[in-house]
Each structure stands twice: as C-alpha cells, then as structure tokens.
C-alpha cells in the first residue's frame, strides 16, 4: 500500500507535464514513462486496482531519484516519494528486474560493489590514528570506485594540520540502500548500526566525503534521530572551504583555465551547498566556465545506482551531462562527488578530461 503522502503527490504529478524538460532521464530516453507523469500515472492506478506490474516496476528503477523535479515544481510537489514508495512495493511484490536485484542483494550486505575496497586506501586508512575529534567519512562509492579522492582528501587534511581518523570497518551509511527499496525497518537498521559505530569513537565531527551520504546521514538520519546531538555533520567541500577562510589551508595557483563545474545533485540541490566548491576553485586561481544547468538546477549525470543497475542507460545520461558541459567549450569538468567522478570520468568523451576538487586541492596545497 502506497502511503497518503504518496497518492497525493501521485495524483498531483499525473495530469501535469510542467517538469518534463528537466528530467535526465526522460530527456534521453524519450519515453514518457521517463517522466514524473509517466511514473505517477502507474502509481495512482494502484488505488484504483491496477497493481504494479514487473515492466511497470523497472520504469521506477529508471529514475535517478535527483529531485530536479521537485526543485522545478512550482506547486510543492515530488515525484521521488512515491517512486522510492513504487520500489518498496516492487521489491515486496517480486518485481524488482533482475539486474537490480542483483545490486539489491549487494547492497544489502553493505556495498552497491562486488569485492573488496581498494587496497591502497585501506592501507593509507590503517596509518591513521584511530581516534580522533575529527572522523571522515568515506562511503561505498568512494572505497570501491574513487579512492583516489580519499587519498587526496587525507593529503590536504594532513596540510591544513588537521587530525582525523577513519573507521577501518566503515558500514554502509545506507543512502544506497534506501534508494533502492525505500526507507523502510531493514535500511533504518543498517544506517543505526553505522551510526552507532561512529559513535563508538567519539569524534565530535563527521566529515562526509559523498554528498549521497552527507545529504542521508543529515536528513535521514536526522529525522530517525540516530545521532547525538552535539556530533556535528559537514560535507568535505564546507569543511575544506572553511579550512581555506580560516588560513589553515594555503593554496598556489594552478594553471587550469578552461574548466567548468559539475554540481553533484544531492550537494547542490539536496543540501543547497553550491559555493563552497566555487569558492575553493577560485582560491585555486582557476577561472570557471558555467554550465547553463548550474547550481541548484544542476543535471544529474546518472548517478552510482544507475551506474550498476543499467550501465546502458547511465552512459546516456552521462553523455546529455557531457553535452551540457561540451557547451562552454571546457576541457577539464571538475565534480565535488565520488559517484559524479566516476561515472562521467567512464564516459568523458576524447580530449575532455574530470579531475574532483581534492585532486586539484592537493596539487595546489
Ligand atoms: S513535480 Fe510538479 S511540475 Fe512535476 S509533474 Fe509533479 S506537479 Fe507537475
Ligand atoms: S528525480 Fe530526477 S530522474 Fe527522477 S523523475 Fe525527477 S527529474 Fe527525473
């Protein structure tokens, strides 16, 4: 059963088309049930007694749950909850598609990714010291997909004389898992297990590097109260912003000068962080090109799930990002996001090239 909140915002979406032309998905499929409507048109014949079906159920894994509607909606209204709604009643139905089970499965035992997490990361992890005021935490994505950031972001902590720990058995924050079967009892166990391990180590500050995790540890986590509330949240962009105004961090000059930037959605538009990230870009002495989808309205790129779940779909997308960027004549797109990071870094057409924030901070520090 689909809850109030969600047939409201269903039969809201159903009739409306006012936000098909920013939907990454819809945009390059073509298909209308890429769209908010096309999605809330399945979900509100649930109560009128056409249950889901299994091709109905895939069309709801093909959304990057990136809230540009719900940023566009004039009227309040957003499709992301009865979609992530239509996943939990896909997944209790046996209508999850097979390729999405399969990562359902993973993530369930903590990560989107099969294998372990690299192992030079692991090895800079064991280094640290094991407690500190300041934790930083990594994330899935980072661990298995981009430990390079990690590694550049311990560079320019250790630079700034900031001293930080990070959990050697980090779990999973269950951001990942929330997106792919809701926010139900199974996801709120996994994110209070995580929780509870932080906790364990009495850091009184959680640096968040994946703004997925940022955005779910500080809402999502917030609203099931599963932190202390003296433990303070922060992306790695603000902390290292505010690294930058308060002096500790001295930066040089880099040589880049035909870059633009990619906002990750859950920071830009989730978290409503846009200038923190300009503001160490510019510190850099590098000049940005704006995308015309910039800040809040940024243009998901596909996202990590996707990355995983249809790899065929996910390089479109990144593609119709590409092409945003492609438009202010760039060569260097720079991303604030793990995920961002590695999925336009697979699909960067030739001669353009993605670096995230920390690498150009630790050539710069
Ligand atoms: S989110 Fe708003 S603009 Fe988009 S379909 Fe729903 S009601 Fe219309
Ligand atoms: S959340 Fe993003 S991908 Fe999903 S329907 Fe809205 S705009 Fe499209």
């Keep these: 059963m689909f809850s109030e909140k969600a047939k409201i915002h269903a039969d809201a979406c159903r009739f409306c088309w006012m936000c098909r032309h920013i939907c990454p998905v819809g945009l390059v499929s073509g298909k209308e049930g890429n769209t908010p409507r096309g999605r809330a048109l399945i979900v509100s014949m649930d109560s009128r007694n056409i249950p889901l079906t299994a091709d109905a159920a895939a069309l709801m894994y093909e959304c990057c749950l990136c809230n540009a509607c719900a940023n566009d909606c004039k009227t309040g209204y ?18 999850v598609p097979p390729e999405v089970e399969k990562v359902i499965d993973r993530a369930m035992q903590g990560s989107l990714y099969a294998g372990e997490p690299d192992s030079s990361l692991r090895a800079a992890i064991e280094r640290l010291p094991e407690k500190a005021d300041t934790l930083v935490y990594l994330g899935d994505v980072t661990l298995h997909q981009s430990p390079e950031m990690a590694l550049d972001l311990f560079k320019v ?21 929330g997106d792919l079967i809701g926010y139900v009892d199974e996801v709120r166990l996994m994110s209070a297990a995580c929780a509870q391990r932080i906790q364990e180590t009495g850091a009184k500050k959680i640096v968040v590097l994946d703004p997925s995790d940022a955005r779910f540890i500080k809402q999502q986590w917030g609203a099931w109260d599963l932190l202390q509330p003296d433990v303070q949240v922060i ?35 989730d978290l409503d962080e846009t200038e923190p990230a300009r503001r160490i870009i510019v510190a850099m002495g590098i000049p940005l090109r704006e995308m015309f989808l910039n800040r809040k309205l940024t243009k998901c790129c596909s996202g990590a799930i996707i990355h995983q779940t249809d790899p065929a779909l996910s390089k479109k997308i990144a593609a119709g990002r590409w092409e945003d960027a492609a438009a202010t004549g760039a060569d260097l797109l720079i991303t604030a996001c793990p995920g961002c990071r590695s999925v336009l870094g697979s699909q960067a057409p030739k001669g353009k090239l993605v670096r995230d924030i920390f690498s150009l901070l630790a050539e710069a520090c």
């Design 78 to 95: 957003d499709p992301t909850v009865f979609t992530r709604e239509a996943r939990t009643m896909a997944v209790v139905n046996g209508l």
């Design 157 to 177: 902590l250790k630079a700034a004389g900031v001293e930080f720990t990070v959990l050697r058995d980090e779990r999973a924050s269950g951001a990942h898992l």
């Design 235 to 269: 992306t790695a962009t603000s902390y290292v912003a505010k690294l930058l105004d308060s002096g500790r961090l001295r930066l040089r000059q880099l040589p880049y000068q035909s870059t633009t930037f990619h906002d990750p959605c859950r920071l830009a538009r």
